[in-house]
């Protein structure tokens, strides 16, 4: 039962006569209606041109240095590979992938699901993409004044220099610090947004996923964001006029460092996956015409992840000299985050069981997600374990690990995302034909990049090395084969998208025949999003394909 | 106990035998590594079980449930709190067995027994110096052809180690894969372990917290030899001895203190991160104050007081400062060798 | 809406884009009214939920610089109760009574728009500016005092000491442990609290000249009430800093 029939072009003007409407891109037009908009579709288009240019610009980085890393020496000198190595972290973390799909994704679809008109602030809207934008602007004036290589967690005390050594350090911490607060304040709109906008009928449990993990995200963001923001701001003034604070040779201590660093950056792997997981529930279930598996258990697991991943810091610290007593105690809830995950990862499983599912690119991204995120996690659980991460730790292991969970859970589920609701942002048809091939290469081309790296780093191949042992060649090479026919397939599906957007068929408003709101507008919706107010009487998951006839109940 | 054996016989099987590396892991040196390697094998295991389960429903739901003129309708099926109980409680159940298992033997490596070997470990950039306090033994770095700093570090077999270990500048960590043992150094205070070597042979040993420019070249050979052999080959010699009678003094010192890191001595050399220091002395200097004399005081305010002076094309390199860790005795000897290096 | 991130206004939120006459009631809508909201409850309660969101964040800011506040007391005890006898307490519990009072002025504010008394607010809200000028002129003071003791931190630190025995000047230079540590974060934690006084200065002169032009009345006024949750945040922060920084004993 779809919950609002779709209203064609048509409008009530005050004096209730009719108007003709347009979609949104053009209602205004010229440069300053984009620099100057406050609609959330506009922004979030915005962040996803500005993200993906900095997903890009990393990327290549680290085409290079992969390039090098197939020879045991290294022909771009240590200087050099270290410089692109924090680059690359620096600029995926803090330009990509914590923005990508909140701010991007999520800016244009949240007020869509909620059935909103726009965000609670559009105006806070706009600056926290200009706060993004001015971030950016400082971070690359660091990348130009050179010699950032402290890797991006910056930890001390080879992080504080003296004189004119500093500068890049000053400069780069404080574009983190600027580019936090756009992070903060996506948060709190979002916050805000979910709780007083919903359309009526809409009650939490009627909400879609996406917007159950955007909320989850949001949390984390206002949160744990604040603490990063002190964090690089101390180290900044550290670097200005050596407080001392994490300095050992003023009687600071670099471990509390760490602490401090730590305590933002877990929580923030979660900013970079839970979008991730939302988008996967909306594809998985729209794609297989069925309701989403565990309704209840994924929205809570969103929440109880967003609580939980405050607890966990110090799993990153393990070897790091801190008491036995915390170590264990990091170890237990580190794998207590675990099981939230889990649940969500068989509750899609299950919601494949007797639906009526389409191999199309967004169901291939959904399933590439389900093998490649549940290697991640499950490869989370060796170095939660103690005695284990004693070995992993710092290791290739460990960039194995975090590479198959933001790389092939959230930027996967970007991908699924994107295809998913292409026609909706954009009004055009992707060609089935060109993203089938996109999968293929990345599929391939990242699982041979990222699996040799687990049997590196349990062999022995330590983390953030330009030069290694030759009897780790072998692998090197296979991994970096890997990596040019990932960042082929990546490229590969940026050209059939630009050529989409420009030669593709027109797309109609519900392509796929899905059931939350964003589907009850036009593709691309109208500036307002809707011509009515819709009025929601069911949960967005109840597709016209399921079968409630008693024959075909059955319970396993 | 029995299962811990099985496993553990199992997991040599499988990930590294008697004799040498396996697939996933390198030898099994250490009793640490025995265990590590254990609770390795049973994540692998199980993590492999549920892999191919999981994607075993996924692949056939996928393909069985695929969209057809047969299959146009789906399953009104939502939820099954006996199917979501036993999903989440038994990966809890599983996850507490390995946490326990973890925990308990990350619990080895602060247990030191009354005779283990004492091994104070110092790191700096870009060298160790592994020194045996009850020994009087101080083994240094020597540098390679490549740049790379080498120690060798001995140990006699079966009997467990406690190093203590800190360091001079930034964080290092101290790692031996074939014992799996790790721990990061800290220059504010000490960090240890206490570990026993199993097994005969050689082994690499690398830092494994980034530390700068020489990160990936501070390296060490671990040794691990009989008992007989290590009292022939270690105890009964005069290696890592620094007597400063010994011809070596100077140059294990100039390795001490890590300037073979930075500074090549040999023309071959050509320059590492500072200036080549082969044929330097007497030299006129080009400097940031103008032209400077490499003489004795030049040398001796470069090492307490880096920052002054510094030569055209070196300015950011950040030379550390050994002002208040380095004797006059020191001092002496490194000027006297920078001296000969001609 | 407001938050205090926004410093500017542009007008009462018919910028949004054309009106298609959607959600209006017939009888036209409040001037204040954000198209984007169905009606002005909505608008409020949003408007104050970000404020509460917004105002959590920065507790968990400053909660950061307290953590390194007790890290450095407790490393150094003694170098810390040593250090802080060289603040002026005097000034400091006036400074704290100025923001307490400040805060009730602002509360009394808030309550006068909320019952259209125009005139009254403009009077609390210029006496809530006073105190807050009054705050960063003592501010001033104590800094100044210590730029010319010398007692700044980290490498700035060159602590003018006189040896009363000996009838000398003298100046001292930063130690491990030493005093510079306090500094710093005494430097910061009061200055990022200053900052945030001055931009409470700037919102509450927003706030005032809106008032002025008439903007509030009993039906609008959440965006005086928001910049008076800000300013109580504020004085909030300070209650706890001055104990922290000033009473150590």
Known sequence: MTTVTLEKGISHGSDHTHVEEVDFYRAKRGIWSWLATVDHKRIGIMYLVGTLLGFFGAGVLALIFRADLMTPNSELGRDMYNKL???????????????????????????????????????????????????????????????????????????????????????????????????????????????????????????????????ATAIIQVLATPVLAITVLLLLIENVMQIGIFNPAWGGDPVLFQHFFWFYSHPAVYIMILPGFGIISETISVHSKKHIFGYKAIALSSVAIAIISFLVWGHHMFVSGQSEFAAALFSFLTFAVAVPTAIKTFSWVATLYKGVITWNAPMLYTLTFLFTFTIGGLTGIFLGALSVDIHLHDSYFVVAHFHYVMMGGTVIALLAGLHHWFPKMFGKMYNEGHARIGVILVFVGFNVTFLTQFMLGSQGMARRYAEYDPVFQTYHVISSIGSFVLGAGLLWILAYMVWALMKGPKAPANPWGGVSLEWATQSPPIEHNFHKTPHVDTDPYNFPEIDRSAASNSHH | ???????????????????????????????????????????????????????????????????????????????????????????????????AWGF??????????????????????????????????????????????????????????????????????????????????????????????????????????????????????????????????????????????????????????????????????????????????????????????????????????????????????????????????????????????? | MSTAQLEHEAGHGHEDGPESGLHHPAEGHPAFLQHHFDNAAQQESASKLGMWVFLATEILMFSGLFLAYFVIRSSFPEMVLEAHEKLDKVMGSINTVVLITSSLTMALGVRAVQTNQRLQARWYLLATLAFAATFMVIKYIEYSAKVEHGTLPGIYFQEHVYDVAAGVQGTLDRWWGGSQLFFGIYFIMTGLHGIHVVIGIGLIIWIMVKNERGAFSSAYYTPVENVGLYWHLVDLIWIFLFPLLYLVK
């Open chain 1, 85 to 215: 190595f924090t680059l690359h972290g620096a600029i995926m973390v803090f330009v990509f992938i914590i923005p990508a799909i909140p701010a991007a994704l999520g800016n244009f679809f949240l007020p869509l699901m909620l059935g909103a008109k726009d965000v609670a602030f559009p105006r806070l809207n706009l600056l926290s993409f200009y706060i993004w934008v001015a971030g950016l602007i400082i971070l690359l004036f660091a990348i130009i004044v050179g010699n950032l290589d402290t890797g991006w967690t910056f930890y001390t005390p080879y992080s504080i220099k003296d004189g004119s050594n500093a500068t890049p350090l000053i400069i780069a911490t404080g574009g983190v610090f600027v580019m936090g607060f756009s992070s903060i304040l996506t948060g709190v709109n979002f916050i805000v947004t979910v709780h007083k906008m919903r359309a009526p009928g809409m009650t939490w449990n009627r909400m879609p996923l996406f917007i159950w993990a955007l909320y």
């Open chain 2, 104 to 342: 308990r033997d990350f619990t080895m490596l602060s247990t030191a027994p009354a005779d283990a070997l004492e091994v104070r470990v110092v790191a700096q950039q870009w060298n160790w110096t592994i020194s045996y306090p009850k020994l009087d033994r101080e083994c240094t770095s020597t540098v390679g052809t490549d740049g790379g700093a080498n120690v060798d570090f001995y140990l006699p077999v079966n009997r467990p180690f406690t190093v203590q270990m800190s360091s001079n500048d930034v964080l290092h960590s101290f790692w031996i894969p074939a014992f799996r043992v790790k721990r990061d150094v800290l220059p504010n205070r000490y960090t240890g372990f206490t570990v026993t070597p199993t097994r005969t042979g050689i082994y690499p040993m690398f830092c494994s917290e980034y530390c700068g420019n020489g990160h990936s070249k501070m390296q060490g050979t671990v040794h691990v030899l009989s008992p007989e052999d290590f009292q022939k080959k270690f105890i009964d010699t005069d290696l890592c001895k620094l007597d400063p009678k010994a011809p070596d003094y100077k140059p294990k010192l100039f390795a001490k203190f890590g300037c073979n890191s930075c500074h090549g001595v040999k023309p071959e050399q050509g320059i590492i991160v500072g200036p080549n220091l082969y044929g330097r002395y007497g030299n006129v200097e080009s400097t940031n104050v103008g032209p400077v004399k490499m003489d004795d005081d030049y040398i001796r305010e470069s090492i307490e007081y880096p920052e002054k002076k510094l030569v055209d094309g070196f300015a950011g390199k950040a030379m550390p400062s050994f002002r208040g860790r380095i004797t006059e005795v020191q001092l002496a000897a490194l000027i006297d060798y920078i001296k000969s290096l001609k």
């Open chain 2, 1 to 99: 106990m029995t299962g811990f054996s099985f496993i553990s016989a199992a997991s040599s099987a499988f990930l590294a035998d008697s004799g040498g590396k396996g697939f996933w892991m390198p030898e099994v040196a250490s009793d640490f590594a025995e265990h590590v390697d254990a609770l390795f094998m049973f994540i692998l295991v199980l993590s492999v079980f549920f892999f191919i389960l999981l994607m075993g429903f996924t692949g056939y739901f996928a393909w069985k449930y695929k969209e057809s003129p047969t299959n146009t309708r789906s399953s009104p099926i939502s939820h099954n709190f006996k199917l979501e109980f036993l999903w989440s409680a038994i990966p809890t159940v599983l996850l507490v067995v390995i946490f």
